[in-house]
Protein backbone atom coordinates (compact mmCIF):
# COMPACT_ATOMS: atom_id res chain seq x y z
CA UNK A 1 0.00 0.00 0.00
CA UNK A 2 1.21 3.08 -0.75
CA UNK A 3 1.71 6.31 1.19
CA UNK A 4 -1.76 7.75 2.90
CA UNK A 5 -3.65 4.75 1.48
CA UNK A 6 -5.55 2.67 4.18
CA UNK A 7 -7.12 -0.33 4.77
CA UNK A 8 -10.29 -0.20 7.48
CA UNK A 9 -12.07 -3.98 8.18
CA UNK A 10 -13.84 -5.15 11.29
CA UNK A 11 -10.96 -7.38 13.67
CA UNK A 12 -13.72 -10.27 13.89
CA UNK A 13 -13.30 -10.22 9.81
CA UNK A 14 -10.16 -10.25 9.37
CA UNK A 15 -8.99 -13.06 11.92
CA UNK A 16 -11.61 -14.80 10.30
CA UNK A 17 -10.10 -14.70 7.30
CA UNK A 18 -6.81 -15.43 8.35
CA UNK A 19 -8.05 -18.67 10.37
CA UNK A 20 -10.30 -20.19 7.28
CA UNK A 21 -7.10 -20.24 5.39
CA UNK A 22 -4.79 -21.81 7.89
CA UNK A 23 -6.73 -24.70 8.85
CA UNK A 24 -4.85 -27.10 10.72
CA UNK A 25 -6.37 -30.85 10.43
CA UNK A 26 -5.77 -33.90 12.37
CA UNK A 27 -7.26 -36.66 10.45
CA UNK A 28 -8.48 -39.38 12.17
CA UNK A 29 -8.70 -41.83 9.70
CA UNK A 30 -10.10 -45.22 10.62
CA UNK A 31 -11.53 -46.65 7.53
CA UNK A 32 -11.89 -46.74 3.72
CA UNK A 33 -13.04 -43.29 3.30
CA UNK A 34 -9.02 -42.56 4.64
CA UNK A 35 -8.24 -43.43 1.10
CA UNK A 36 -10.62 -40.41 -0.44
CA UNK A 37 -8.94 -38.45 2.04
CA UNK A 38 -5.31 -39.47 0.93
CA UNK A 39 -6.64 -38.56 -3.00
CA UNK A 40 -8.02 -35.28 -1.71
CA UNK A 41 -5.32 -34.08 0.35
CA UNK A 42 -2.51 -35.21 -2.61
CA UNK A 43 -1.94 -33.20 -5.62
CA UNK A 44 -4.15 -34.17 -7.87
CA UNK A 45 -6.78 -32.00 -5.58
CA UNK A 46 -4.48 -30.45 -3.24
CA UNK A 47 -6.63 -28.85 -0.32
CA UNK A 48 -3.45 -26.82 0.61
CA UNK A 49 -5.09 -24.60 -2.51
CA UNK A 50 -7.63 -23.78 0.52
CA UNK A 51 -5.09 -23.99 3.20
CA UNK A 52 -5.30 -26.98 4.89
CA UNK A 53 -2.50 -28.86 3.35
CA UNK A 54 -0.64 -29.00 6.98
CA UNK A 55 -2.05 -32.36 8.66
CA UNK A 56 -1.44 -32.29 12.16
CA UNK A 57 -1.03 -35.96 14.25
CA UNK A 58 -1.41 -34.26 17.36
CA UNK A 59 -4.57 -33.12 18.40
CA UNK A 60 -3.51 -30.33 20.45
CA UNK A 61 -1.76 -28.88 17.72
CA UNK A 62 -4.86 -29.18 15.51
CA UNK A 63 -8.22 -26.46 14.86
CA UNK A 64 -10.42 -29.56 12.51
CA UNK A 65 -11.25 -32.89 13.57
CA UNK A 66 -11.69 -34.85 10.47
CA UNK A 67 -13.26 -38.42 11.09
CA UNK A 68 -12.91 -40.22 8.33
CA UNK A 69 -14.46 -44.11 8.62
CA UNK A 70 -16.47 -46.06 10.68
CA UNK A 71 -16.63 -45.39 14.27
CA UNK A 72 -17.03 -47.66 16.45
CA UNK A 73 -18.45 -48.42 20.01
CA UNK A 74 -14.88 -49.24 21.41
CA UNK A 75 -13.22 -46.05 19.60
CA UNK A 76 -16.32 -43.75 20.76
CA UNK A 77 -14.22 -43.02 23.85
CA UNK A 78 -10.86 -42.57 22.12
CA UNK A 79 -12.75 -40.21 19.12
CA UNK A 80 -14.17 -38.30 22.21
CA UNK A 81 -10.79 -37.67 24.18
CA UNK A 82 -8.80 -36.73 21.07
CA UNK A 83 -11.79 -34.07 20.61
CA UNK A 84 -11.35 -32.82 24.03
CA UNK A 85 -7.86 -32.42 23.78
CA UNK A 86 -7.78 -30.22 20.94
CA UNK A 87 -7.93 -26.33 21.42
CA UNK A 88 -10.08 -23.58 21.22
CA UNK A 89 -11.71 -22.62 18.69
CA UNK A 90 -12.37 -25.88 17.06
CA UNK A 91 -14.27 -27.83 14.48
CA UNK A 92 -15.11 -31.09 13.49
CA UNK A 93 -15.78 -32.36 10.24
CA UNK A 94 -17.74 -35.78 9.71
CA UNK A 95 -16.27 -37.32 6.39
CA UNK A 96 -17.90 -40.17 5.08
CA UNK A 97 -21.76 -41.18 6.00
CA UNK A 98 -20.75 -43.64 8.68
CA UNK A 99 -19.58 -40.42 10.70
CA UNK A 100 -22.89 -38.80 9.97
CA UNK A 101 -25.60 -41.53 10.54
CA UNK A 102 -23.85 -45.00 10.94
CA UNK A 103 -24.56 -45.62 7.11
CA UNK A 104 -25.38 -49.40 6.46
CA UNK A 105 -23.58 -50.59 9.59
CA UNK A 106 -26.78 -50.47 11.20
CA UNK A 107 -25.77 -53.48 14.22
CA UNK A 108 -24.31 -53.70 17.29
CA UNK A 109 -20.82 -52.26 17.20
CA UNK A 110 -20.91 -48.99 15.31
CA UNK A 111 -21.77 -45.61 16.56
CA UNK A 112 -24.89 -44.37 14.37
CA UNK A 113 -23.31 -41.15 13.66
CA UNK A 114 -20.24 -39.42 15.77
CA UNK A 115 -22.57 -35.95 16.42
CA UNK A 116 -24.12 -38.43 18.78
CA UNK A 117 -20.28 -38.15 21.00
CA UNK A 118 -19.34 -35.01 20.28
CA UNK A 119 -20.77 -31.20 18.16
CA UNK A 120 -20.35 -31.49 14.11
CA UNK A 121 -19.89 -28.29 12.00
CA UNK A 122 -20.19 -30.16 8.56
CA UNK A 123 -21.39 -33.61 7.32
CA UNK A 124 -20.00 -34.44 4.24
CA UNK A 125 -22.05 -37.98 3.04
CA UNK A 126 -21.15 -40.41 0.65
CA UNK A 127 -19.23 -43.71 0.53
CA UNK A 128 -17.21 -42.49 -0.07
CA UNK A 129 -17.42 -39.04 -1.04
CA UNK A 130 -15.70 -37.95 -3.86
CA UNK A 131 -13.24 -35.81 -3.45
CA UNK A 132 -15.08 -32.79 -4.88
CA UNK A 133 -17.61 -33.80 -2.18
CA UNK A 134 -14.88 -32.92 0.43
CA UNK A 135 -13.74 -29.61 -1.17
CA UNK A 136 -17.61 -28.40 -1.24
CA UNK A 137 -17.68 -29.78 2.69
CA UNK A 138 -14.00 -27.57 3.36
CA UNK A 139 -15.54 -24.48 1.69
CA UNK A 140 -18.52 -24.85 3.66
CA UNK A 141 -16.54 -25.39 6.70
CA UNK A 142 -14.46 -22.18 5.67
CA UNK A 143 -17.74 -19.86 5.27
CA UNK A 144 -18.32 -20.88 8.71
CA UNK A 145 -15.24 -20.16 10.13
CA UNK A 146 -15.32 -16.97 8.47
CA UNK A 147 -18.72 -15.41 9.51
CA UNK A 148 -19.90 -15.07 12.94
CA UNK A 149 -17.73 -13.84 16.54
CA UNK A 150 -14.23 -15.32 16.42
CA UNK A 151 -13.08 -15.60 19.75
CA UNK A 152 -9.18 -14.84 20.48
CA UNK B 1 -4.09 -88.86 4.78
CA UNK B 2 -7.42 -87.97 3.33
CA UNK B 3 -10.47 -87.32 5.12
CA UNK B 4 -11.90 -90.46 4.87
CA UNK B 5 -9.04 -92.19 6.48
CA UNK B 6 -8.98 -89.32 9.08
CA UNK B 7 -12.40 -90.21 10.13
CA UNK B 8 -12.12 -93.37 10.17
CA UNK B 9 -9.35 -93.31 12.59
CA UNK B 10 -11.02 -90.94 14.67
CA UNK B 11 -13.72 -93.75 15.09
CA UNK B 12 -11.70 -96.39 15.35
CA UNK B 13 -10.16 -94.39 18.68
CA UNK B 14 -13.08 -92.87 20.26
CA UNK B 15 -15.50 -95.13 19.66
CA UNK B 16 -19.14 -93.90 21.21
CA UNK B 17 -17.73 -90.78 22.28
CA UNK B 18 -18.04 -89.63 18.59
CA UNK B 19 -21.75 -88.87 17.65
CA UNK B 20 -21.24 -88.87 13.77
CA UNK B 21 -19.24 -87.85 10.37
CA UNK B 22 -20.09 -86.64 7.60
CA UNK B 23 -18.31 -85.16 4.59
CA UNK B 24 -19.65 -82.43 1.90
CA UNK B 25 -17.48 -81.59 -1.02
CA UNK B 26 -14.62 -82.29 -0.13
CA UNK B 27 -14.92 -81.03 3.92
CA UNK B 28 -14.47 -83.87 6.55
CA UNK B 29 -16.38 -82.95 9.96
CA UNK B 30 -16.39 -85.30 13.26
CA UNK B 31 -19.50 -84.45 15.50
CA UNK B 32 -18.18 -85.13 18.89
CA UNK B 33 -19.83 -85.49 22.74
CA UNK B 34 -19.16 -82.74 25.25
CA UNK B 35 -17.51 -85.43 27.16
CA UNK B 36 -14.92 -86.57 24.83
CA UNK B 37 -13.83 -83.46 22.96
CA UNK B 38 -10.59 -83.16 25.35
CA UNK B 39 -10.05 -86.61 24.40
CA UNK B 40 -10.63 -86.00 20.70
CA UNK B 41 -8.76 -82.78 20.29
CA UNK B 42 -5.73 -84.37 22.45
CA UNK B 43 -6.31 -87.52 20.05
CA UNK B 44 -5.74 -85.15 17.25
CA UNK B 45 -2.87 -83.10 18.02
CA UNK B 46 -0.82 -85.76 19.17
CA UNK B 47 -1.57 -88.81 17.15
CA UNK B 48 1.62 -89.61 14.62
CA UNK B 49 -0.97 -90.13 11.64
CA UNK B 50 -2.80 -87.11 12.35
CA UNK B 51 -0.77 -84.90 13.51
CA UNK B 52 -2.97 -81.62 14.15
CA UNK B 53 -0.58 -78.88 15.19
CA UNK B 54 -2.28 -76.05 14.16
CA UNK B 55 -5.72 -74.99 15.27
CA UNK B 56 -7.28 -72.64 12.54
CA UNK B 57 -10.01 -71.70 14.53
CA UNK B 58 -12.56 -71.85 17.00
CA UNK B 59 -15.94 -70.82 16.60
CA UNK B 60 -19.76 -71.38 17.16
CA UNK B 61 -23.19 -72.09 14.90
CA UNK B 62 -26.43 -70.27 16.66
CA UNK B 63 -29.37 -73.06 15.97
CA UNK B 64 -32.08 -70.78 17.07
CA UNK B 65 -34.93 -71.32 14.71
CA UNK B 66 -33.01 -72.94 12.16
CA UNK B 67 -35.10 -74.80 9.55
CA UNK B 68 -34.95 -78.69 10.43
CA UNK B 69 -33.02 -78.80 14.00
CA UNK B 70 -35.67 -77.09 16.29
CA UNK B 71 -35.40 -80.00 18.57
CA UNK B 72 -31.56 -80.75 18.70
CA UNK B 73 -29.19 -78.85 20.72
CA UNK B 74 -28.95 -74.59 19.94
CA UNK B 75 -25.15 -74.55 19.67
CA UNK B 76 -22.59 -76.20 18.14
CA UNK B 77 -18.84 -75.09 19.04
CA UNK B 78 -16.52 -75.62 15.62
CA UNK B 79 -13.05 -76.18 15.70
CA UNK B 80 -11.33 -76.41 12.55
CA UNK B 81 -7.92 -78.26 12.47
CA UNK B 82 -4.99 -78.49 10.35
CA UNK B 83 -1.67 -80.44 9.95
CA UNK B 84 1.15 -78.70 8.36
CA UNK B 85 3.45 -81.73 7.97
CA UNK B 86 0.58 -84.28 6.70
CA UNK B 87 -1.03 -80.87 4.86
CA UNK B 88 -4.53 -82.49 5.54
CA UNK B 89 -7.60 -80.74 7.59
CA UNK B 90 -10.43 -81.57 9.80
CA UNK B 91 -13.64 -80.18 11.75
CA UNK B 92 -14.71 -81.25 14.72
CA UNK B 93 -18.19 -79.98 16.23
CA UNK B 94 -19.43 -80.20 19.44
CA UNK B 95 -23.48 -79.70 20.50
CA UNK B 96 -24.19 -77.50 22.71
CA UNK B 97 -27.52 -77.47 25.07
CA UNK B 98 -28.66 -73.80 25.50
CA UNK B 99 -29.48 -74.13 29.33
CA UNK B 100 -25.56 -75.58 30.06
CA UNK B 101 -23.56 -73.43 27.20
CA UNK B 102 -19.99 -74.68 28.66
CA UNK B 103 -17.20 -76.49 26.77
CA UNK B 104 -13.87 -77.55 28.30
CA UNK B 105 -11.35 -75.57 26.98
CA UNK B 106 -8.34 -76.03 24.43
CA UNK B 107 -6.10 -73.42 25.28
CA UNK B 108 -3.83 -76.22 27.06
CA UNK B 109 -3.49 -78.08 23.55
CA UNK B 110 -3.12 -75.12 21.30
CA UNK B 111 -2.17 -71.74 23.20
CA UNK B 112 -4.35 -69.52 20.56
CA UNK B 113 -7.73 -71.39 21.62
CA UNK B 114 -6.89 -68.67 24.54
CA UNK B 115 -8.30 -65.71 22.18
CA UNK B 116 -10.49 -68.05 20.16
CA UNK B 117 -12.42 -68.90 22.58
CA UNK B 118 -12.52 -65.22 24.01
CA UNK B 119 -14.09 -64.42 20.85
CA UNK B 120 -16.79 -67.31 20.91
CA UNK B 121 -17.91 -66.17 24.85
CA UNK B 122 -17.80 -62.39 23.56
CA UNK B 123 -20.35 -63.15 20.71
CA UNK B 124 -22.07 -66.28 21.68
CA UNK B 125 -21.87 -66.37 24.99
CA UNK B 126 -20.62 -70.15 25.19
CA UNK B 127 -18.17 -70.41 28.68
CA UNK B 128 -14.81 -72.72 28.58
CA UNK B 129 -14.34 -74.42 31.72
CA UNK B 130 -10.87 -74.11 32.98
CA UNK B 131 -9.99 -70.98 30.70
CA UNK B 132 -7.55 -69.05 32.50
CA UNK B 133 -8.75 -65.14 31.44
CA UNK B 134 -12.37 -65.51 29.73
CA UNK B 135 -12.87 -61.84 29.02
CA UNK B 136 -14.36 -60.46 26.34
CA UNK B 137 -12.26 -60.19 23.31
CA UNK B 138 -13.76 -57.85 20.74
CA UNK B 139 -16.45 -56.24 22.23
CA UNK B 140 -15.89 -53.73 25.86
CA UNK B 141 -16.61 -54.86 29.23
CA UNK B 142 -19.59 -52.52 29.47
CA UNK B 143 -21.37 -54.38 26.60
CA UNK B 144 -24.62 -56.96 27.56
CA UNK B 145 -25.83 -59.96 25.79
CA UNK B 146 -23.83 -61.52 22.67
CA UNK B 147 -24.46 -59.91 19.59
CA UNK B 148 -24.19 -63.06 17.29
CA UNK B 149 -27.02 -65.13 18.99
CA UNK B 150 -29.90 -65.19 16.85
CA UNK B 151 -31.84 -63.85 19.44
CA UNK B 152 -30.13 -60.46 19.80
CA UNK B 153 -31.82 -57.91 17.89
CA UNK B 154 -30.44 -56.35 15.00
CA UNK B 155 -31.22 -52.22 16.12
CA UNK B 156 -30.71 -52.83 19.67
CA UNK B 157 -28.63 -49.64 21.01
CA UNK B 158 -25.93 -50.14 24.15
CA UNK B 159 -25.25 -47.69 26.23
CA UNK B 160 -22.58 -45.57 24.76
CA UNK B 161 -19.25 -45.40 26.94
CA UNK B 162 -17.13 -42.80 27.76
CA UNK B 163 -13.89 -41.75 28.61
CA UNK B 164 -12.69 -43.68 31.74
CA UNK B 165 -11.71 -40.86 34.31
Redesign the interface.
Known amino acids: MGVGTFFTSKLDEAIGWARKYSIFQYPFVTACCGMEYMATACSHYDVDRFGAGLPRFSPRQADVLFVVGTIS??M???L??IY?QMCEPKWVVAFGVCTCTGGFY????T??GID??IPVDVYIPGCPPRPESVIDGLMKLQDKIAVGTQRY | MDGSAILARLRERLGDRLLATHEYRGDHTAVVSREGLVAALTLCRDDAALAFDMLVDVTAVDYLRFPGREDGPRFEVVYHLYSVGNNHRVRLKVPVEQDDPVVPTACGLWPIANWLEREVWDMFGIRFDGHPDLRRLLMYEEFEGHPLRKDYPINRRQPLIGPKV
Open positions: HKAPVKREDNYAVQTI
